[in-house]
Every structure is written in C-alpha cells, then in structure tokens.
C-alpha cells in the first residue's frame, strides 16, 4: 500500500495531521507513507518514524523567482517536484489541506484514490474522486482523524509523535544552562507572537505579566518565537531579568524547551500546538479565533477568551481588537499562579 499524504503548512495544521499519521501506521505497518510539506515547517516530521519520505514543496520560492525573473531555475524545481511526486504509485492520497496549492499536488501526483473534504474551497473539490464532510464545528485534530476513520482504521487516541532526538535534547538544555536554568519545570515559557496582528497581545501587557511572575512568583521567564526583535521590545519594556531564545532554536528543539517548562503562555500560534504536542500546560490568550477549532488539543490547558458579539470572527486585521485588548494581565497572571500550584510546581 503506497499513501500519500499532502499538508503543506503551517506548524499547527501539521500538528493536528499527526494522529491521523499514527493512526495509518499503526493500522498498515507495512504500509509506504509519504507527505509533501512546504519548507517552514519540515522540520516537524523530518526523520519522523512513521514516515518513509518527505517531499518538500518550495513553492513561496518558486513564485518569488517567477516575479523576479528567474523563471528558468524555478521551472527546473517544479519539475524535479513532479518527478519526484511521481516516482511512485499511490493507492492513496490524502489532501488533509483542502485548498487549491494542495489540491493541484494531488492530481499532479496521479494517485488511483483522491481523498479530501466535500468542499468547494478553492475548487479543492474537483480534484477529488472521494470525499468526506467536515465538521468546522470539531477540533482539527478530530476533523483530521475523520479521514482515517472514513478508511476503516480505527482512529484510538490521539498521537503527537514530534521527532525529537538527542541532538534536538541537547541543543535545547545547552540553551536553558547558558542562561542559568538548570531544572525540569523550573521555568515559565512565553511565546508572545503570532502571524495575524488581531491573536496579538499588547506589549505592555507581555512585559507586565512576565514581570509579575518574575518577582512574584519567583520563576526565571523565557521568552520562546521566530522574532528576536519583537522579544527585545518586550523586554525593554521590563525591570525585571527574563532570558530570550527568540530566533535560536529549530522547531524540534523548540519541542525540547517546551517539555521541559512549567507551562506555557502564548497567543493562538504554531508554539502553542507544540507545547500542547509535548503535553505542557498551557495558558493560551484567544482573541478572533475558535479555541473549539483550533485551542491547545488535550487536557490540562487553559484559554482565557472574552465572548463578543462579533466573535469568533476570524479576521486578520481590526480596528479595535478589543476581544483582546479585554483580557487583562491581573487575569493573566492569577491563572498562571494557580495553574502552577494545580501542577505541583508552584
């Protein structure tokens, strides 16, 4: 049996495809399993043992190089992609993105079953000779799980295998001892960034919050994400000593951090499903989005979310942002302390 998997990015939606992944192997371990990913991403199911290929798709680079004008080297990329797509037959291919930059991959691939959601997304739909419905009102990670309860196998409880190695452990404990943080759950992690500027939290608040639990709580505060420089505005807002790893570890180290922290604050972005893949507690901030959707995945998390009239609305820009804005650091800071004492580690 030769499968297919295609979900391009991003880090959560990769994520929430895991289960569905281990669900599949452990069903067929015979089974050939390969998944097309886009770059940014890769590095979650990268040497993954479920899986016997990864595919990468560099399409962002591709377009880039066509509106530059280096069309011939981007042309020689998408070919060398198909080809390699289609070294092999698959009886199956599963598209578990359902828009059209996924959609065309699975025809392209020439799979003999095409499996995605009754969806006209993007025309997603046409591409498909078999399709299940979606339920947008279940999680992701449920939703995902449809697809392989759809074939027959018996879906069992959810699996987040992230592919850390010793290597990912090492890199990620140098860091915490570097800044003088030596013990298992000994500090607070914060990942204050998100890709829509609607799931932010105001920078004030970051630094108030982080400095509460700094001086009140007695607890070293690392500051986890891809931009040093929105860190180092936090931060410069703060009295108190916090230690950044911004833009300093890959994903799976990332994963390695995240396990060893108390807990994890974090607005609604790819490091919270992380954490929630590492089963860290979590204190997630929602603002515009479903946390019904796409919250942190399991037990033992808190969201702390304002119902508005227009909620959720999922939109990427806002004139007031006041679904955020209404949470408040006194908020914040009380459900970390008393997550902290529910944990033991308070």
């Not at 591409?127 to 419905?133: C, D, G, L, V």
């Not at 089963?279 to 399991?298: E, Q």
Request: with cysteine; charged share 25%.
């Amino acid at each position: 049996m030769n499968i297919l998997i295609v979900k391009l990015s991003a880090i959560g939606d990769v994520i929430h495809t895991l289960p569905a992944l281990s669900a599949l192997r452990r069903h067929d371990p015979d089974a050939h399993i390969t998944w097309v990913i886009e770059e940014a991403a890769s590095d979650l199911i990268q040497g993954h043992p479920d899986l016997d290929r990864v595919i990468i798709s560099r399409r962002k680079r591709w377009i880039g190089n066509l509106r530059n004008r280096r069309s011939g080297g981007a042309w020689q990329e998408m070919r060398q992609f198909i080809r390699e797509l289609r070294e092999r037959r698959y009886d199956l291919v599963i598209d578990f993105h359902g828009l059209f930059k996924s959609a065309a991959i699975v025809f392209l691939s020439g799979g003999r079953r095409k499996l995605g959601y009754d969806s006209m997304q993007e025309l997603s739909g046409l591409f498909y000779n078999e399709k299940i419905p979606e339920d947008m009102s279940r999680h992701a990670v449920d939703r995902y799980l449809d697809f392989v309860r759809y074939l027959g196998v018996d879906a069992g409880a959810a699996d987040f295998l992230i592919p850390v190695d010793e290597a990912n452990r090492t890199r990620a404990e140098g860091l915490l001892s570097e800044a003088g943080i030596a013990a298992k759950g000994a500090f607070v992690a914060v990942s204050p960034q998100a890709l829509w500027e609607t799931k932010l939290w105001a920078d004030e608040n970051f630094a108030r919050l982080c400095e509460r639990i700094a001086l009140g709580l007695n607890r070293p505060v690392v500051f986890t994400g891809s931009d040093a420089e929105a860190v180092a505005r936090i931060q410069a807002l703060m009295t108190a000593p916090s230690v950044s790893l911004a833009g300093r570890t890959t994903l799976r180290d990332l994963a390695c951090v995240y396990r060893d922290a108390a807990l994890l604050i974090t607005t609604d972005s790819g490091p919270m499903h992380l954490a929630a893949a590492m089963k860290t507690p979590i204190v997630a901030l929602f603002g515009p989005t479903d946390p019904k959707r796409t919250g942190p995945y399991g037990d033992g998390h808190v969201v702390l979310r304002r119902e508005m009239p227009c909620s959720p609305c999922f939109a990427r820009t806002c004139d007031t942002k006041l679904c955020m804005r209404q949470i408040t650091v006194d908020e914040v800071y009380e459900t970390v302390r008393g997550k902290l004492a529910e944990t033991g580690t308070g």
